[in-house]
T-cell receptor, first 118, second 116 residues
Framework: AQSVTQPDIHITVSEGASLELRCNYS??????LFWYVQSPGQGLQLLLK??????LVQGIKGFEAEFKRSQSSFNLRKPSVHWSDAAEYFC????????????????FGTGTRLTIIP | KAGVTQTPRYLIKTRGQQVTLSCSPI?????VSWYQQTPGQGLQFLFE???????NKGNFPGRFSGRQFSNSRSEMNVSTLELGDSALYLC???????????????FGPGTRLTVL
């Protein structure tokens, strides 16, 4: 079964500092990879996704992520965080289904809560 | 284009009652999935509907059910509510091209269910 690990439960960074959130997955083949962000009391907003091709993916709000097949990782980065980036971040995988009856569901990591200090 | 909408946003019920939550997907999206989010278990997949048929189901008891209408709107129902059913229930929709399945799920704001 596929699984996603986000080893950091909580990260605190200073405003303007760089950020890297870690994500590792376990799956038989390369899955589709996603990062979502959730602000308190809100749903999930898609930041970026990787299906294939260029391993460095650009997303919204200045975020990027790099897929590394050898490390089964899909880490999220931002060069300079803003106070508004404080939220919970979820990495998720989706099987690369090629079927009308595919197991089309997302498996999420446990999330990383990001705190920004002035 | 309007996003995924969920109603109601907040709900308070008592143990033993049943509840129905509604989800309207993004226009043109054919697949609707439901997730439960709790502090202890995180985000867990409930089920997915496509063309009015349940296509996939997570590991939840039969008290959790759902359906999808011809306009792709979906409802989920929880019968005989338990305290542990208190959670944020998220709905996600995707276009789902079918064979290649390179779609992305877009989430609604969720329904916060509190069971007393």
């Amino acid at each position: 079964a596929q699984s996603v690990t986000q080893p950091d439960i909580h990260i605190t960074v200073s405003e303007g500092a760089s950020l890297e959130l870690r994500c590792n997955y376990s799956y038989g083949a390369t899955p589709y990879l996603f990062w979502y962000v959730q602000s308190p009391g809100q749903g999930l907003q898609l930041l970026l996704k990787y299906f294939s091709g260029d391993t460095l993916v650009q997303g919204i709000k200045g975020f990027e992520a790099e897929f590394k097949r050898s490390q089964s990782s899909f880490n999220l980065r931002k060069p300079s965080v803003h106070w508004s980036d404080a939220a919970e971040y979820f990495c998720a995988v989706h099987p690369p289904t090629i079927s009308n009856f595919g197991n089309e569901k997302l498996t999420f990591g446990t999330g990383t809560r990001l705190t920004i200090i002035p | 284009k309007a996003g995924v909408t969920q109603t109601p946003r907040y709900l308070i019920k008592t143990r033993g009652q049943q509840v129905t939550l509604s989800c309207s997907p993004i226009s043109g999206h054919r697949s609707v999935s439901w997730y439960q989010q709790t502090p202890g278990q995180g985000l867990q997949f409930l089920f997915e509907y496509f063309s009015e048929t349940q296509r996939n189901k997570g590991n939840f008891p039969g008290r959790f059910s759902g359906r999808q209408f011809s306009n792709s709107r979906s409802e989920m129902n929880v019968s005989t509510l338990e305290l542990g059913d208190s959670a944020l229930y998220l709905c996600a929709s995707s276009w789902d091209p079918g064979q290649t399945s390179t779609d992305t799920q877009y989430f609604g704001p969720g329904t916060r269910l509190t069971v007393l």
